[in-house]
């Protein structure tokens, strides 16, 4: 193990020095920009074309968000898709279009995201299940309930609430500056806090992080709970936007495949200990800008499917073809 | 390491602790159905379940190749749905054109197989990351390709694959075609898994596949081939399921979970290593034995995602258990 670090740092110089969420956002910059170029849509590349392109990146910016705490822990979260539509659903379900149901909504939406985060964790952490199969069933059950139930759960939000997500302050949009704010909470958390500093130790090496006195599995569960309020907030904020929830907002969107391909391209290790939030919120701008280039060209809706497939292979291979041994 | 000479001892026991386990779930479910419905006692009816269990069988064993090779094969439902379509959309309902097509379609599950383990064994993505990719990649490809709304009949030669039953056939009576690949489609698999040297690879690889190339074994290869079992399975289920569900854009969705509880079910462990085609073919047998049950008892069809979520944990964590307790 210590042969391949060592001679991956002595690598040569040049373009992989570079930090990845640098490139990624440059990269991002140059497709959206030669997309609006070619096409003639120059008008993208303005104000409220880019406040736009910014108000893409919040749903799957959220959910990125948890998922990086997830993945540099060593585990990973697919039920998030699964999550965010219970949280859609059930957030309509409560308001009923009620202003004054806005908060015990929230309320309740993290609560059951406190719940199903701290059933992955446990799950994982404490009873040893590999973390994908954990959260695929947990994504599965809630899936489930929700098809067998939503017939009686039809709701909408109320439209104080939808508001928000339509609002701006200083003419950046509201969500945006949600996104941002948790975006630095995340950061100063993992960079500047002991609790971040002990989930990288126990993301990189869980059996020494566990010799060091690291409780790991408390820290695993953590994680978990983090990658559900992810979710949630992504969750309600999609709410609110699409004034209802569905039981179907958060498969459709493919958020748990594309949360976790977008903190990959930001340059997070899949087995853990390595990354961050800079690089997430960089791995989703690529994919907004990528989503607008594929508008502006106007390439039909599933030919996009396949885009993005090939797009989140590619993503991961570029990082992970360096790789010396196998991967699962 | 002086315990390597006895290796084929252990090898060979294990999968009959697999077996026993599958098939006992098996049996207790059966017999659940067996109250509810004397009647599915009968031979006529067995054979008709077994048919209808047909496709998540073969399924589960291909899933059960990638899973031993260490791996997760998540594009397995995508591929039943392009089979479908495909078939649709080449035959147009000329009953000429089923078995140049079927060719065409077992060439496509070869293609997706070897683009699944090539970008797996040569480009380290991690397989649930590529899989999923593929999986959107196939299915956007065959909703493209249809439009999404899926033109074309399938003849009957081709749907009878699925759907005839051969009647007055000795010993068991009636013996629907379906049964028959089912039968053939498991020996083939469990032949090439328990009994040959390549079987012994697969296993190697999947439980240390930095001892097994230090050993000698072609790890890339075998890694690869396991993915061009899966997506082959994967177009005989397709197959047989538009043989005797026609065709949906939606015929293949949530199957590779299928397969994978499946597997689980029939004792393989994640990640590699341990497992038998005989536990698959069991635990696909329980699964569908229970999704029937759950029919006649009335649940709501959505909840069978819900109750495979239950399941999946309940046999890995059991898996877990166990192990935890013999070490």
Request: net charge positive; aromatic share 6%.
């Amino acid at each position: 193990m210590s042969v391949d670090t060592l001679s991956a740092g002595r690598a040569r110089r040049g373009f992989r020095d570079l930090p990845v969420p640098l490139v990624v956002i440059a990269l991002a910059a140059i497709i959206y920009v030669a997309a609006a170029v070619i096409t003639g849509q120059t008008n993208q590349i303005s104000l409220p074309g880019l406040s736009g392109l910014l108000q893409r990146t919040v749903a799957l910016g959220l959910v990125g968000l948890g998922q990086t705490f997830a993945i540099l822990v060593g585990s990973i979260d697919l039920s998030v898709a699964a999550l965010i539509s219970s949280v859609a659903v059930l957030a309509s379900y409560l308001m009923q279009g009620d202003p004054g149901m806005i908060v015990p909504a929230i309320l309740a939406c993290l609560a059951l995201a406190l719940v199903i985060g701290a059933v992955n964790g446990g799950l994982v952490a404490y009873w040893g299940i590999n973390p994908l199969i954990a959260t695929l069933s947990t994504g599965l059950i809630l899936q489930g309930v929700l098809a067998a139930g939503y017939t009686y759960w039809s709701g909408r939000v109320a439209p104080e609430f939808q508001a928000l997500a339509y609002q701006s302050l200083f003419g950046v949009p509201l969500p945006v500056l949600l996104l941002a704010v948790l975006a630095l909470l995340a950061w100063f958390v993992l960079a500047k806090t002991r609790f971040g500093a002990h989930l990288y130790a126990v993301g990189g090496n869980p059996d020494g992080a566990k010799l060091a006195g690291l409780r790991v599995e408390r820290f695993v569960l953590a994680a978990h709970v983090i990658a559900s309020l992810g979710a949630c907030v992504a969750g309600l904020y999609l709410a609110a936007r699409l004034q209802s929830g569905t039981p179907w907002i958060g498969r459709d969107g493919i958020y748990d495949l594309e949360s976790i391909a977008i903190v990959v391209i930001g340059g997070t290790v899949l087995s853990g200990g390595k990354g961050g939030v800079l690089g997430t919120l960089a791995g989703v701008l690529l994919f907004a800008s990528l989503d607008a280039s594929f508008n502006m060209f106007g390439v039909d809706a599933f030919l996009k499917q396949v885009l993005r497939g090939a797009i989140v292979i590619a993503a991961v291979a570029v990082y992970a073809v360096r790789n010396k041994g196998h991967v699962a | 390491m002086t315990a390597i000479p006895d290796t084929a001892r252990p090898a060979r026991r294990i999968p009959l602790r697999g077996l026993n386990f599958a098939i006992a779930i098996f049996v207790v479910l059966y017999a659940g159905i067996a109250v509810l419905q004397p009647n599915y006692l009968e031979a006529a009816l067995f054979m008709n379940f077994l048919r209808r269990a047909a496709p998540l069988a073969i399924l589960a064993c291909g899933q059960l190749y990638v899973i031993l090779s260490g791996g997760f094969d998540l594009s397995m439902g995508a591929v039943v749905t392009l089979v479908v379509l495909a078939a649709s959309m080449l035959i147009g309902g000329d009953p000429e054109m089923s078995w140049p097509v079927i060719g065409a379609l077992y060439a496509m599950g070869l293609a997706v197989g070897l683009a699944n383990g090539a970008i797996v064994a040569f480009l380290k993505v991690p397989s649930i990351i590529a899989t999923l990719g593929t999986m959107l990649l196939v299915n956007g490809l065959a909703l493209a390709w249809s439009g999404g709304a899926p033109r074309g009949d399938l003849p009957d030669n081709f749907r009878n694959l699925g759907r005839l039953v051969l009647r007055d056939v000795p010993l068991v009576g009636t013996l629907p075609v379906a049964v028959i690949i089912l039968a053939v489609a498991t020996l083939l698999m469990g032949w090439g898994l328990h009994r040959t040297a390549y079987g012994r690879r697969l296993l190697a690889v999947g439980d240390n596949p930095r001892a097994a190339e230090l050993a000698g074994v072609p790890v890339k290869p075998t890694r690869i081939s396991a993915f061009v079992v899966s997506a082959l399975a994967a177009v005989t289920a397709g197959i047989l399921i538009g043989g005797f569900s026609g065709v949906s854009v939606n015929a293949g969705r949530g199957l590779e979970l299928q397969a994978i509880a499946a597997c689980v079910i029939g004792g393989a462990q994640l990640l590699g290593g341990r497992g038998s085609v005989v536990g698959a073919l069991f635990g696909a047998l329980s699964l569908f034995a229970l999704f029937t049950l759950l029919n006649l008892l009335g649940l709501p069809q959505a909840l069978r995602d819900s109750l495979q979520g239950v399941i999946l944990i309940a046999a890995v964590g059991a898996s877990v258990l166990r192990h935890r307790r013999s070490t």
